[in-house]
């Protein structure tokens, strides 16, 4: 295979102007535009509204280059372009070539009758996807939800989000945003399928390849091409096999390592290697990285209706995690350490399962290479979201199959493939948002019709091993029963949505939480990225520009006020609501968790941000940690202590997500903040595998009065091999009520090469106690966690770069709840 890339430094202008700019490919008219100084920062401030311009022009890019000699003397070249934003006609020195029209799709097109010696000219239109969907809005109004969007953008392949949302900005980007390049060879590896076979304990692993001949004059006959797989194993053992291209190639795995989703074992990976051979020239070669497993979504009638676990290697697991969308609204700009960075973050919380939202992007490879190393299950949704669609029409259909096949054939063999969903949220649609309307009655057949029979048979037909599901939330029933807890999955808003208080978690027990969410701001240093210190209110219009929720601040507002006093500053608030969110989250996936001989999945919306904005996720924009991301590490924990609390009555449980028996002990203590026992007590215990196991029911009732209310806790501790493994601190009263004192917190530092250790202390409660270093940004062991009095945590991060043990002393800040008010 000859390649010759186009990726590199082009030059753009818009339609009708006489200036071209220099540009970067992969790249957007965004950032281009940006990078030559000529829009401001459409993220800081209100510019957003400023560069509304950018996405209802046109533009045209353009990219002169001379062709490689060994490319040139080729019979066939091809013009490969792996992504093009969205709507396009692409021009080869002066001759129109192709138009396009998805995103999603990668584009071939076979261009040597146009190329020669010398300069060669590529030029590319781009029309304003704004103007399109706009246009075919006012001929087909399609259903759809929300605001603070630009209408129509089902009527377009392209990221619905990029048209904004109600975290996202309305900035919808335009460029060839993937690799474009010049290819040429006799013939091609056109696919090549890896499958695994598990039986009894023996795995092997098979190829089929598909080869598209490219210059059939230099091939006599079928059988002078040849292909290879080469297997490596992680400790770098390679198997090999040889055949022709027409035949499944197989090898048998010698001593098979088994790979497993994050806190379940390791996560081994074996390079696949499969070459196209003409006698000894290569002509083509893929390589792979699979992870050996078995998976399957287990759907088993039980006495709550049928449910809805995914079993990876024989083991039911509870799929702990949250939803992704696309990390910058920008997506070229998202840097590979950015991505990392997301995908451990997750994985140190103990996350085993992203779901990657429907109204965003088909990842980068990156992504999944990244999932797989970390041991994190991805439910994959297809880009479909909250709209109906024009799946009636032929054309639609027909460019949505190619992007389907390669998507399908593209991530089918990761192990951390764990579903193909079809669409987001759209059977609500149909049956709570009141698009069934007479008018669109041939969009309704359509819809049923595609999502399931056509798509979940092109699904099949390319990945006969995955597991399909047909939208999210479901029952599988077309459009009915789309919110039930008996089967299926759910997405249960009624808290933030309906404003039902955090208890209503407890009301219901779904098959598989697949959405459930609460707001918080982000990162007061994010937060200053876009708005000056006279916009640091609640109210004020900058924050509530970078809220795209209607109300959305001021329902943070309602939902503090039940729970906290009204804070003392807007640093202050910013944490409030962090912890806020934090304890929604906490006690929506510890009730679930509770009862996962019912419940299967919790994933929580969201884990990252497209830009700085307040919004549901557990890590901002900029990268910082919410107070959720740590709760998450701790409620996401494989063994989980948690206290089902009922007035004066607390029931403790400890949730083993692990296939082994846990021993240990739980320790409890009611006492005042200030340290003071009241009663306490312990017991031994032996909590079965993949189980719940009730510990004690605890009655305060003869001890607890309206005069001391206000000052009891129950504090918890999980104890194994004298190390505490968990603690919790439950108050009887809401915590705006909790008779806090100042919380006095001795501190000491020690470092040990490039670690910090951090031992507190505290003489009466701290309650979520947030650590922090003035200008620095940390990831610390732990944080936003309780302190009862007298008790002591050593909490670690790595030593700030350059920073001393005095220096480190001297930046760090501590805030507890009793600060905030």
Known sequence: ???????????????????????????????????????????????????????????????????????????????????????????????????????????????????????????????????????????????GVGDLKINGASHLRKAPSHFGWDWGPMLPPIGIWKDIRLEASVARLADVHVRQQHTRGQVSVSALATVEAQDTSRISDASSLRVTMTITAPDGRPQSIEGPVDQTLVLPIDRPQLWWPNDFGAQPLYQVEVKLLQADAELDRRIYAIGLRTLELRQQPDEWGRSFTFVVNGVPIFAKGSNWIPADSFPTRIAPEQL?????????????????????????????????????????????????????EEAFLATVKVEVEQAVRRLRQHACLALWCGNNEMEGGWTQWGWNKPENADLKAADRRFFYHILPQWVKANDPDSNYWPSSPSSNMPHEATESDAVGDTHVWEVWHGLKPFSYYRERVSRFVSEFGFQSLPALATIATYAEPSEWNMTSYLMEHHQRHTNGNGKIITYLTQHFQLAKDFPSLVY?????????????????????DRCSGALYWQLNDCWPVASWSSIDYAGRWKALQYASRRFYAPVLLSIEDNGDRMNVFVTNDTPDTWQGEVRWSLETVRGETRMDGQAAIHAAPLATTPVSQLDFADRVTDENRRELILVCELWRNDQRMALTVTPLVPDKHLRLEEAQVEVQLQTAGTKLSILLRAHTLARFVELSFKDTDVVFSDNYFDLPAHASLAVTCSLPEGWTLDQSRQALRIRSLADSH
């Open 1 to 143: 295979m000859i390649k010759q890339t186009l990726s590199g430094a082009w030059q753009f202008r818009q339609a009708g102007s006489d200036e071209w700019l220099p540009a970067r490919v992969p790249g957007g008219v965004h950032t281009d535009l940006l990078a030559a100084g000529r829009i401001p920062d459409p993220f800081a401030g209100d510019n957003e509204k400023r560069v509304q311009w950018v996405a209802e022009s046109d533009w045209e890019y353009r990219q002169p280059f001379v062709v490689d000699a060994d490319l040139l003397n080729e019979s066939q070249v091809f013009l490969v372009c792996d992504g093009l934003d969205t709507l396009t006609e692409v021009m080869l020195n002066g001759q129109l070539i192709a138009s396009t029209d998805n995103m999603y799709r990668q584009y071939r097109w076979a261009v040597k009758s146009w190329l020669h010696a010398g300069e060669n000219e590529l030029r590319i239109t781009f029309h304003s996807p704004v103007k399109y969907v706009t246009d075919q809005e006012k001929i087909r109004t399609l259903p």
């Open 340 to 392: 990392e960075h997301l995908i451990r973050s997750a994985a140190e919380a103990h996350h085993n399962m992203l779901r990657v939202w429907g109204g965003g992007l088909y990842e980068d490879e990156y992504f999944y290479d990244l999932c797989d190393r970390y041991g994190i299950l991805v439910w994959q949704d297809f880009m479909f979201a909250c709209a109906g669609y024009p799946l009636h």
């Open 576 to 596: 409030l609501t962090q912890v806020l969110q934090a304890e929604a989250m906490r006690i929506g996936v510890e009730h679930w968790r509770r009862h996962r």
